[in-house]
């Protein structure tokens, strides 16, 4: 669904250094939920935000990731020091309330680390 | 927890042959909704349908056709008479309403469809 903006699409990016993805909600979501899909398989939940609050980040990494909403501006995803296993998609959805049943994503950003 | 089963990992078919996908889910959730999506080789994710548990009818939606049965846990989506735009990685979810907020998803099942 279009109404949920990632950016940007593709990302190459060297070992160690870090990425940043961007996921701006459909108009009136304050909601987002960020999924990762390693080659070959279905996506994984990481991380659920509400503007300023995380709310569950259950399924992120210990180490080197973690993300934002703040109040002005787009839901960022950080991964610093990448690593090869970091290649993946990564997408993001929002919803208007607290129940993620307005399942639309955005395109995803394809992070590859060379 | 939740699980969400996909068995078949890759479907061949010929053009306008129909091809079923199986979906199998887990949950200890009354009530909770089930997804698919498609995803073509340009990635992105297509939202296709979305059936609460309590709606127990089938749907069909030109092409495509769903088959819920509650009893099975299965949700199986069927493409009648396919196309070679049918080719896609196809990925059944399903979203417990009163569980963790997060939707849980099969490993999807990758349709070639053969001109």
């Known amino acids: 669904n279009a109404g949920v903006m990632q950016n940007p699409r593709h990302l190459v990016r060297r070992r160690g250094q870090e990425a940043r993805l961007r996921c701006s909600p459909m108009?009136?979501?304050?909601?987002v939920y960020w999924y990762r899909q390693l080659p070959e398989e279905g996506l994984k939940f990481m991380v659920y935000?509400?503007?300023?609050?995380?709310?569950?980040e259950s399924g992120m990494p210990k180490e080197r990731f973690s993300a934002e909403f703040p109040k002005e501006g787009p839901s960022i995803l950080r991964i610093q020091q990448v690593v090869r296993g970091d290649s993946a998609a990564y997408f993001c959805a929002s919803s208007p309330g607290g129940r993620h049943t307005e399942a639309f994503f955005g395109q995803g950003t394809r992070l590859t680390v060379v | 927890a939740q699980k969400v089963t996909q068995a078949q990992t890759e479907i061949s078919v010929v053009e306008k042959e129909d091809v079923t996908l199986d979906c199998v889910y887990e949950?200890?959730?009354?009530?909770?909704?089930l997804f698919w999506y498609k995803q073509p080789p340009s990635g992105e994710l297509v939202f296709l349908i979305r059936?609460?548990?309590?709606?127990?009818q089938n749907e069909i939606s030109g092409r495509y056709s769903w088959n819920f049965q509650k009893s099975t846990s299965s949700f199986n989506f069927t493409i009648t008479a396919s196309q070679v735009v049918d080719s896609a990685v196809y990925f059944c979810a399903l979203f417990p309403f009163y569980g963790n907020n997060r939707l849980a998803f099969g490993k999807g099942n990758q349709v070639v469809v053969i001109p």
């Open positions: 935000l509400q503007k300023e609050n995380i709310i569950d």
């Open positions: 949950t200890r959730d009354t009530t909770y909704y």
């Open positions: 108009k009136g979501h304050s909601h």
């Open positions: 059936r609460n548990s309590f709606d127990e």
